[in-house]
């Protein structure tokens, strides 16, 4: 069993940078891929980054250039650096993972967080 916790979400302006961290608990957590998702109001939820658990990442193309997604395995948490913030950002920020490769549908992760606001005002 793996519990998420995520933190950082805020206000910030269009162009600012906010850092999104992930705690987990659990022994097994350098064995999980961790995704980061996003929802926007009266939107679907949508893949936004992961990373395997040899440190291989993915982005999508909407955020790629501008979000890193990291992990530390000695402190069970992975970040989300996200620079260069736009207006078509804010949704409430989820930390998800899952046995096994990176997938991009969220139906394929198993644990996953309460999520955190980001807000990009213009």
């Known amino acids: 069993q793996v519990q998420l916790v995520e933190s950082g979400g805020g206000l910030v302006q269009a162009g600012d940078s906010l850092r999104l961290s992930c705690a987990a608990s659990?022994?097994?957590?350098?064995?999980?891929?961790m995704g980061w998702f996003r929802q926007a109001p009266g939107k679907e939820r949508e893949f936004v980054t992961a990373?395997?658990?040899?440190?291989?990442?993915y982005y999508s193309d909407s955020v790629k250039g501008r979000f890193t997604i990291s992990r530390d395995n000695a402190k069970n948490t992975v970040y989300l650096q996200m620079n260069t913030l736009k207006p078509e950002d804010p949704a409430v920020y989820y930390c998800?993972?899952?046995?096994?490769?990176?997938?991009?549908?969220?139906?394929?992760?198993?644990?996953w967080g309460q999520g955190t606001q980001v807000t990009v005002s213009s």
């Open positions: 998800a993972a899952k046995v096994g490769p990176v997938g991009i549908r969220d139906m394929v992760y198993s644990y």
């Open positions: 659990g022994r097994t957590f350098n064995t999980f891929t």
């Open positions: 990373i395997t658990w040899s440190g291989a990442t």
